[in-house]
């Protein structure tokens, strides 16, 4: 047990904020106690951590209330889901993996075996899951939560850039004329990252901050220009203002020629794009439209940021690429103060790309369907050529259609709720239920998604277990293990991974002694690769503090930060250019119609933390949030004879919930929004996933998680 103050990173979001925890013992006569009255690690900001400067939000602040309770403290089992779970021991529990393990490789084949992991995950766990199933098991079938949060961020980079990679820092912040934030609500998602553009924007009042959301947040308020376009309009906003930059010529001609392919085939395309058709599809004022392209062109310096809502999208491709399009054409990217930049959801998420944590990736920024790629990975892990499957493993939504239809014997989870957190949930818990074997991981019980599994593992969590996560800005922070709070039995995932590769007969792959070994081979894999950070190790990273990659071998640990991706004009394509990308908008996937009028947007809230297996269990923020509600414009609940605080019935094609009524008019018109996170064990019937479906963006597989059609029904 360590005794002295430690420094961390934050376990919440992708903003990975440096935090300061100070033991219980040495915390004197106001020692931190949790709601149960057990002393606790009290958290501060890290002032040296260069993401995060020091601050910390509430979720940051409270993170060790939640790591005593609820723990899962041992192995359980049962052979149906009908039957009540019994304790086991782990060796039964491995035995009972590997024979299922072995049962499917022979029955189904190898594809049958699946893993949803996390980007809670420290990176070292998602790496042994990928070599344990990419490389040792032949399957790619890995997918992450990062598929509903962020890979259309990734797709997007590697199609405009030919690598995935956000190229901006957390200092361009304060260093842009024009801050451009698309579909996120960072004043509530990303706090400490919107502090910092607050600040800065209100001390410089030339600095510009445009905020194109459907909902008046925390984030529109503070902006000088807010679009309140129609869901779904993206496109057709970023089109109109790449149509008035062209035509005013605020674009940089040097930049296209030299850096740049495709631009004349996307000039025909935003020929189309004329001031009055934009505004009226997206639902603005012209002068609205012009004063954004204007914001534009008069800044030297646009640094554009967004998350879930041009994510999590059925086209959330093209609305990244055709934001990147702006950037392209005005030359605002690879210097300080601009460039596109996503933000992140989970605090490793970054991490999980850098591992190789989807179905279509392998670690170092490597692709499974590049023959070349295959096999550098294969001979890094000493495997046979052609070990690596050239198939494309199943995405999230496509496990729960194997479960429907049988392609799927065992479904392995960790680290993640999907019983919540998945789209067309009543379709996900059916398919759940017909699932031959699902392996449940996690630090706490109950879940909702351990209602559906046969055998329940428990793991550590962050405080307990040693291991690295990147942030949104490439920042790589090493998480040591300082706690004492995990239960006897708990184990990394990582080696939990480990134990079973070498119980199928992989020993030599799996012989790490500690998360340390697991780091030092992982970076390997990312050594000349667009993600270069075999620099690093955690006993650098843990003599310095946080490092920024690219990192390359032999790089110079007194200058860590500050790096920005693409400052050489030099791009990860075959021929060095960035790629213009042309695309006209389709629209929702499920637009209004006459028996469901409405579009109901879902997203976060700011204390709470997705499906609130930890903040649920936070008295303060359970009092900031204590339930779940439905805003809707004073017009509609006008239509509908709703009064503030009634409770109403949401109803989709595929199932309903019940919400108290908010009547704002923060929310557009014919618009209505409600959070995510309440599952069924904090609320009852007020899943807002049980509305939402899950049609994909045909490139990022990303479910448009963001917009559903929905009507209401008076209680
Ligand atoms: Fe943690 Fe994100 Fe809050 Fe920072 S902003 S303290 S990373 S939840």
């Not at 979720?59 to 041992?74: D, P, Q």
């Not at 807010?226 to 149509?243: E, M, S």
């Not at 690596?388 to 995405?395: E, L, M, P, Q, R």
């Not at 479960?403 to 949930?425: C, F, H, Q, R």
Request: proline share 6%; glycine share 8%; net charge neutral.
């Amino acid at each position: 047990m360590i005794s002295e103050k430690v420094t961390t990173v934050c376990p919440y979001c992708g903003v990975g904020c440096g935090l300061e925890v100070q033991p219980p013992a040495s915390q004197g006569k106001a020692t931190n106690r949790d709601s149960e009255g057990t002393p606790i690690w009290k958290v501060m900001g890290d002032r040296t951590h260069p993401s995060s400067l020091g601050k910390v939000c509430v979720k940051g602040a409270t993170v060790t209330e939640a790591i005593n309770k609820n723990r899962l403290k041992y192995p359980l089992y049962r052979e149906t889901l009908q039957q009540d779970f019994r304790q086991i021991d782990w060796e039964e529990a491995f035995n009972l993996i590997v024979k299922q393990i072995q049962l499917v490789s022979k029955t189904i084949g190898v594809d049958g075996i699946c893993m949803y992991g996390s980007g809670q995950f420290q990176t070292e766990d998602y790496y042994v899951a990928q070599k344990l199933l990419k490389g040792c098991l032949g399957t790619n079938n890995f997918d992450a939560n990062s598929r509903l949060c962020m890979s259309s961020a990734v797709s997007g980079y590697m199609g405009s850039f030919g690598a995935d990679g956000p190229p901006c820092n957390y200092e361009d912040l304060e260093l842009t004329d024009c801050a451009f934030l698309v579909g996120t609500n960072t004043a509530e998602c990303h706090p400490i990252v919107f502090n910092r553009l607050r600040a800065y924007h209100k001390k410089n009042r030339h600095v510009k901050m445009i905020v194109v959301d459907p909902r008046r947040t925390a984030t529109a308020e503070a902006a000088d220009l807010h679009l309140a376009i129609k869901p779904g309009t993206d496109i057709d906003l970023f089109n109109g203002i790449a149509y008035l930059l062209l035509q005013w010529g605020a674009i940089d001609t040097f930049f296209i020629d030299e850096c740049t392919r495709d631009f004349p085939a996307y000039t025909q395309i935003i020929s189309h794009y004329p001031p009055q058709i934009v505004a009226d599809k997206c639902g603005i004022e012209v002068k609205d439209l012009e004063t954004a392209a204007r914001y534009w062109a008069e800044s030297e310096k646009v640094l554009s940021l967004w998350s879930m809502g041009l994510n999590q999208s059925s086209e959330g491709t093209a609305k990244v690429r055709t934001l990147i399009n702006l950037h392209l054409m005005t030359a605002t990217i690879g210097k300080a103060g601009c460039g596109p930049f996503s933000l992140t959801g989970q605090p490793n998420a970054m991490g999980g790309r850098e591992a190789g944590g989807l179905s279509h990736i392998l670690p170092g920024y490597r692709s499974v369907k590049n023959p070349l790629h295959r096999q550098e990975l294969e001979e890094i892990w000493q495997l046979p050529s052609g070990a690596i499957s050239a198939n494309v493993g199943k995405t999230v939504w496509e496990m729960i259609m194997g479960l429907e239809n049988g392609d799927v014997g065992l479904l392995w989870i960790a680290a993640t709720n999907p019983a919540v957190s998945m789209p067309d949930l009543e379709r996900t818990k059916q398919a759940l239920l017909k699932s031959p074997f699902t392996i449940y991981q996690d630090a706490y019980y109950p879940t909702e998604t351990a209602y559906y599994a046969h055998l329940v593992l428990p793991a550590t969590q962050w405080s307990e277990k040693a291991g690295t996560m990147t942030n949104s800005e490439r920042v790589v922070t090493y998480s040591p293990a300082f706690s004492s709070s995990a239960p006897s039995q708990a184990k990394a995932d990582w080696e939990i991974f480990a134990e079973v590769g070498k119980r199928l007969g992989f020993e030599k792959y799996f012989s790490f002694k500690d998360s340390a070994q697991v780091y030092q081979e992982f970076v390997k894999t990312t050594r000349d690769r667009p993600c270069d950070m075999s620099g690093l190790s955690h006993e650098l990273l843990s003599k310095y503090g946080p490092i920024q990659w690219p990192f390359p071998l032999r790089s110079d640990p007194e200058n860590r930060y500050g790096r920005r991706l693409y400052t050489d004009l030099h791009f990860h394509t075959e021929d060095g250019r960035a790629k213009f990308a042309a695309f006209h908008s389709r629209g929702l996937a499920e637009p209004p119609n006459p028996d469901y009028p409405l579009v109901l947007t879902v997203g976060r809230l700011y204390g709470h933390w997705h499906t609130m297996t930890r903040t649920g269990r936070i008295d303060k923020i359970v009092k900031m949030h204590p339930e779940p509600f439905l805003e809707i414009h004073p017009k509609d609940a006008r239509k509908y004879q709703l009064e503030d605080g009634e409770l109403v019935r949401v109803v989709s094609v595929r199932g309903e919930a019940k919400f108290k009524v908010k009547i704002t008019s923060a929310i557009a018109p014919s618009t209505v929004f409600a959070p995510m996170h309440w599952g069924f064990l904090w609320a009852e019937n007020a899943e807002a996933n049980s509305l939402t479906h899950p049609h994909s963006c045909p490139i990022s597989k990303q479910p448009e998680l963001k917009a559903c059609a929905v009507n209401l029904i008076k209680v």
